[in-house]
């Protein structure tokens, strides 16, 4: 274990023991400063949001609330909502239609063929593996392309459709193709108009990629207050502040266990739709957990159980540690949580 972890849980634990408010329940507050002495000065921002209320929010390393951030492969979460909506507005049918229905220069190609279900929970039997640089539809080798949209026709099936999850940015960004393509506008557009403008998010950044098409597969920029913002939407069914956003139908096929993947990811058991899902044992309760995911730690943590949402940014871009300490960082607000009896195992979303 590195030792700025190592140091935020022992710190952690101590603190737990001795300190509390007048009330006799730990400051939410006090346990998220345990962070500002991490020896890497990479950690952003994390905010604690309990049944839409803001509890806890901190900043480091001189970030502040306005402060857009990348989230990385967080993005792809979103990508899975904004798939949800063309879903709830007919643009798109259903997960068993195949790319081509909605992008016809498909046709013909491995991707073409592939359910979009199969999309969307990492299982399309391409030639594609993010941690394989020399997977022919690697993430690396996609960027660098000068058109990405002819680069992931032109992936290799490896196998059936639906047969193994790969972990790969190419079907998030095919998934991204395929919104736009439904719709008729970029998907930068269209989560403009339904979805950050109904959460009132007003200052965002999504980049495209060479071919113009919004890039399904991160590099989307937000504040840490918008990620508790989404956050807390899908802890609510789709629900915010009294208006459906994305059908409650899509969230609970979105957060479903579609895929076990416990044996390749050491920070979930399972994968939903672009969706991550563990059940985290913290201080003798079992808490399900669902999460968009992006490299250096970036996490919008929904925790049904304890009515809670926690999002982190992090800018530990390609260090293990970033992961490790986003985990170490929940962990410590759910032991504050169930200490203060705020957390129900049988709890529902």
């Known amino acids: 274990m590195r030792v700025g972890v190592a140091f935020g849980l022992a710190a952690l634990a101590g603190f737990l023991a001795t300190s509390a408010h007048a009330s006799g329940r730990p400051d939410l507050d006090a346990v998220l400063a345990r962070w500002d002495r991490d020896e890497h000065p990479d950690l952003r921002g994390v905010v604690v949001v309990r049944d839409g209320r803001r509890v806890a929010e901190r900043y480091y390393n001189g970030a502040s609330p306005s402060e857009l951030h990348d989230i ?3 993005g792809k979460s979103i990508t899975a909502l904004l798939v949800g909506i063309a879903i709830d507005r007919g643009a798109i049918a259903s997960v068993d239609d195949p790319v081509s229905k909605y992008w016809p220069e498909a046709s013909g190609s491995a991707i073409g063929a592939v359910p979009l279900r199969d999309v969307v929970s990492m299982r399309s039997g391409l030639a594609a ?3 394989d640089p020399a997977s022919s539809g690697n993430e690396d080798r996609m960027d660098a392309s000068d058109n990405p949209m002819a680069f992931v026709r032109h992936i290799p099936s490896a196998e059936a459709p639906g047969t193994r999850y790969r972990y790969n940015s190419a079907t998030a960004y095919t998934a ?10 970029t998907m930068s557009s269209f989560a403009r108009a339904r979805l950050f403008r ?5 200052r965002w950044d999504w980049q495209s990629d060479a071919s113009g098409m919004t890039k399904g597969q991160g590099n989307l920029s937000l504040t840490t207050r918008e990620l508790a913002s989404i956050g807390e939407m899908v802890r609510n069914n789709g629900r915010f502040q009294g208006r459906q956003i994305v ?4 969230i609970a096929a979105m957060l479903a266990p579609h895929v076990s993947i416990g044996a390749d990811d050491p920070y979930a058991d399972q994968y939903g739709y672009f969706w991550y899902g563990k059940v985290q044992h913290v201080a003798g309760k079992a808490l399900p957990v669902s999460f968009a995911s992006g490299n250096g730690g970036n996490k919008i943590y929904v925790i049904p159980a304890c009515h809670l949402v926690v999002a982190i ?12 300490r986003s985990e170490t960082i929940l962990r410590g607000v759910l032991a504050t949580e169930v200490q203060a009896g705020e957390c129900q195992t049988s709890g529902s979303r």
């Open 247 to 250: 059908s409650a139908h899509w």
């Open 313 to 324: 940014t992090s800018s530990a871009y390609g260090h293990g540690y970033g992961q490790r």
């Open 198 to 202: 109904p959460l009132g998010i007003t």
């Open 129 to 131: 593996f993010d941690e």
């Open 72 to 74: 990385r492969s967080a």
């Open 176 to 185: 991204g193709v395929v919104v736009a393509k439904a719709t008729g506008e």
